[in-house]
């Protein structure tokens, strides 16, 4: 089936210090989308990405949907202790069609 | 507002019996999707409906799964018989629709369902 390769697997930072992940695939998506998933709960969307080109910001988050469609990186400016948790890339292949592909997901630990 | 719905949040049941899981989506929400987390497969979208009717089913594994969708509040995802390579959190979302680019998935806190 399809497949979101995400970099790194995890990261161990330490507060204050910025943070950049990212997605690539083999197929083009649509759409482009950040979630994060704390402990015990389901993901929440941070960003949503729908153009080639595209660079979106949210806060001290920025995500871009890369030129060719396949890949998207995901960054953290001055991380802190909330960042903690898994991120996942996600891909919509197609308008109307509402399936998402999310990648292997990126877990950030911030070292005290 | 209440968010998704899901029960139970956790579930330990024995190798062979069915299990059944329930989701009720927010309100007002047209589309629900049901999927999968394990550490080996990641998140994995099992099937998902739109206005009660399945749309794309081309996760569900396998026979033992089938999901029904009887009303605009309500979903279950059931497993009959449960293996133990079931075992995960099921996580169900729900979503505005199909209309425009894209329509935010809402996420439910899971169910981790352990099969002995």
């Known amino acids: 089936g399809q497949q979101l390769n995400q970099s790194p697997q995890s990261m161990f930072i330490q507060e204050g210090e910025d943070v950049s992940m990212n997605c690539t695939s083999s197929?083009?998506?649509?759409?482009w989308l950040w979630y994060k998933q704390d402990p015990g709960e389901g993901p929440v969307l941070l960003i949503a990405?729908?153009?080639?080109?595209e660079l979106t910001s949210n806060g001290r988050l920025t995500a871009q949907f890369g030129i060719t469609r396949k890949d998207s990186f995901l960054n953290i400016s001055a991380s802190i202790p909330s960042d903690v948790g898994i991120y996942f890339c996600?891909?919509?292949?197609?308008?109307?069609?509402?399936?998402?592909?999310f990648g292997t997901g990126t877990r950030l630990t911030i070292i005290p | 507002d209440a968010g998704v719905i899901q029960s139970p949040r956790h579930e330990v049941t024995e190798m062979g019996q069915e299990v059944t899981l329930r989701c009720k989506p927010i309100?007002?929400?047209?589309?629900l999707f049901w999927y999968r987390q394990t550490m080996m497969r990641g998140l994995e979208l099992l099937i998902y409906?739109?206005?009660?009717?399945?749309?794309?089913d081309s996760g569900m594994p396998e026979d033992r799964f089938s999901a029904k969708m009887p009303n605009a509040s309500f979903s279950t995802l059931k497993i009959q018989p449960s293996e133990p390579r079931d075992s995960a959190v099921y996580f169900c979302?729900?979503?505005?629709?199909?209309?425009?680019?894209?329509?935010?998935?809402?996420f439910g806190p899971g169910t981790r369902l352990t099969v002995l």
């Open positions: 979302a729900s979503s505005l629709g199909a209309g425009g680019p894209y329509n935010e998935q809402f």
């Open positions: 197929s083009i998506f649509n759409t």
């Open positions: 990405l729908y153009k080639a080109g």
């Open positions: 996600a891909g919509q292949l197609r308008f109307g069609n509402e399936k998402l592909t």
């Open positions: 309100s007002g929400h047209n589309s």
């Open positions: 409906f739109n206005n009660n009717v399945p749309i794309d």
